[in-house]
């Protein structure tokens, strides 16, 4: 008799199938460890979906706020250098009407929760850094006869300052070979004679905005050429809100000791500023950039408003914080999203390099 069936016999052994009682143990087991792996990995992809739309937001507030610094940091850049003679201009009623030396122009939201507007002004002329003299005066309609050879180019926007409180922009259609230093500069004609000390200034190619505007729309960064007319641009998504302050020196000392909104009620309204004297215009300093902006995707398991402060300073007291704003942004039945927000201080350069020149 083969071994293994003797011992079989020794200790009672009988071969049979497994009972029910086995099944439903074995199957209890089963459920319990599936139910620990689900939640596992149900946690572990609410996190990655959280760490996904963070940083979704983080991106999208880093690239706004790039693109609003860098445009802001080039406030200013040819319209400060001739800002002296810019001075005699005319007030408009626009910034994309007015000749004033104003770099940079903040239209408040008129509330906490919605957006600023801003314009941000620059030139990109070619090789003229600041305006050149025209040789002689120049009926209205005439080409301008002009001591500065390789400034201008076909295409180029100008404008023409008289300093007696005339100015006027036109289109260079054609310039001609230099004469003893002198081109011929025709265009597309002003409706003003200019004398012989009127200045010529060069903004640069007519199709680039000199005079571009930043909005928010439908939760979109936006930017907009103003003086061609162009269709808004949007730029990045999934934005909230945008704020800007003045940097101002209020004592004229020539340092900035405060942070100011430009609320329609206010010194530092649109209306005023395009008006304001240069000395006014130069008081503005630097601009702060708030934005808030807000992950792609909706998160179902947030179930809890955001609140949000920008401008804030290290007082006690928070009234005391010049410009500082906050609000709060409820959830959705279906959840919330995942907001970031960001600021910066950019310095106008360009207008305090060139101030008092």
């Not at 120049?138 to 007696?164: H, K």
């Not at 100011?260 to 206010?266: E, K, M």
Request: charge should be neutral; proline fraction near 4%; hydrophobic fraction near 50%.
């Amino acid at each position: 008799m083969p071994r293994c069936r003797i011992v079989r016999r020794l200790i009672g052994w009988r071969p049979r199938g497994a009972s029910l009682i086995d099944v439903i143990v074995g199957l209890a087991v089963a459920m319990v460890a599936l139910v620990v792996v689900y939640q596992a990995f149900n946690a572990t992809d609410a996190a990655r979906r959280s760490a996904s739309a963070i940083a979704d937001a983080q991106g999208n507030a880093a690239f706004a706020l790039f693109t609003l610094a860098s445009q802001i940091g080039n406030a200013g850049a040819g319209w400060a250098s001739a800002a002296q003679w810019l001075d005699a201009c005319p007030a408009a009623a626009g910034i994309a009407a007015t000749l004033r030396p104003i770099s940079v122009l903040v239209t408040d939201g008129a509330a906490a929760d919605r957006a600023d507007t801003i314009v941000v002004r620059q030139t990109f002329a070619h090789s003229l850094a600041l305006p050149a003299a025209i040789a002689s005066s120049a009926p209205a309609g005439t080409s301008f006869l002009v001591e500065s050879p390789d400034a201008f180019a076909a295409g180029d926007r100008v404008i023409a300052i008289t300093r007696t409180g005339n100015c006027a922009m036109t289109t260079v259609t054609a310039v001609s070979a230099p004469a003893s230093g002198v081109v011929t500069v025709t265009h597309t004609g002003i409706p003003i004679d200019l004398p012989l000390s009127t200045l010529l200034l060069d903004l640069g190619p007519a199709s680039r905005a000199s005079t571009m505007r930043f909005d928010l729309a439908s939760g979109a960064l936006r930017s907009q050429d103003v003086v061609n007319g162009d269709a808004p641009v949007p730029l990045v998504s999934n934005v909230v809100n945008v704020k800007f302050l003045y940097g101002v020196d209020s004592d004229g000392d020539g340092n900035l000791d405060t942070w100011v909104r430009a609320d329609a009620a206010g010194s530092w309204a649109p209306a005023v500023l395009l008006a304001a004297p240069r000395a006014t215009l130069e008081r503005i300093k630097a601009i702060r950039v708030g934005i808030i902006v807000r992950g792609e995707r909706l998160d179902a398991a947030l179930a809890r408003d955001f609140h949000w402060v920008l401008f804030d300073c290290e007082e006690e007291d928070k009234t005391a914080c010049p410009g500082r704003l906050e609000g709060t942004i409820a959830h959705t039945a279906s959840g919330g999203y995942r907001y970031r927000t960001l600021e910066t201080v950019v310095a106008l350069r360009n207008v305090m390099w060139n101030r008092g020149s």
